[in-house]
C-alpha cells in the first residue's frame, strides 16, 4: 500500500511557474513508478507525465512536454513536477499517482487527494 499527498498548487498569472510535490509513504514508495495527472471541471481526467521508479524513464503528454518537467528524489519519497509558463487552460486539481506506467488512470493502482491549481489571465 503506497499513500500520496500533494502539495504546492495555488492560484498563479498566465506565464508563472509553478513546482508541485507529492510525498510517497508505504513499504514500497521509493521503488514504484508515479505519475501525474490532471482533471478540469466538466473534463476527463487526463495524463500529465510519469516517472520510472529509478528516474531513468520520463513519460509526457505532447502538449506538456516543452513545458512540464517530472522529477523525483527517492531519498525524500518525493515527485515533483514543475510546471512552467502556465497557461488559463492549465487550471485543474492534479493528481500524484503511484503503482503503475501508461497514460490511463488504470494504469496506476494509487492516488493522492489532488491540488488545485488555477492560472489567470
Known amino acids: 500500500q503506497v499513500q500520496l499527498v500533494e502539495s504546492g498548487g495555488g492560484l498563479v498569472q498566465a506565464g508563472d511557474s509553478l513546482r508541485l510535490s507529492c510525498v510517497a509513504s508505504?513499504?514500497?514508495?521509493?521503488?514504484?513508478?508515479m505519475g501525474w495527472f490532471r482533471q478540469a471541471p466538466g473534463k476527463e481526467r487526463e495524463f500529465v507525465a510519469a516517472?520510472?521508479?529509478?528516474?531513468?524513464?520520463?513519460s509526457y503528454a505532447d502538449s506538456m512536454k516543452d513545458r512540464f518537467t517530472i522529477s523525483r528524489d527517492n531519498a525524500k519519497n518525493t515527485v515533483y513536477l514543475q510546471m512552467n509558463s502556465l497557461k488559463p487552460e492549465d487550471t485543474a486539481v492534479y493528481y500524484c499517482?503511484?503503482?503503475?506506467?501508461?497514460?490511463?488512470?488504470?494504469?496506476?493502482?494509487?492516488w493522492g487527494q489532488g491540488t488545485q491549481v488555477t492560472v489567470s489571465s
Open positions: 516517472i520510472s521508479w529509478s528516474g531513468g524513464r520520463t
Open positions: 508505504g513499504r514500497t514508495s521509493s521503488s514504484v513508478n
Open positions: 499517482a503511484a503503482g503503475g506506467w501508461g497514460t490511463q488512470q488504470y494504469a496506476f493502482a494509487y
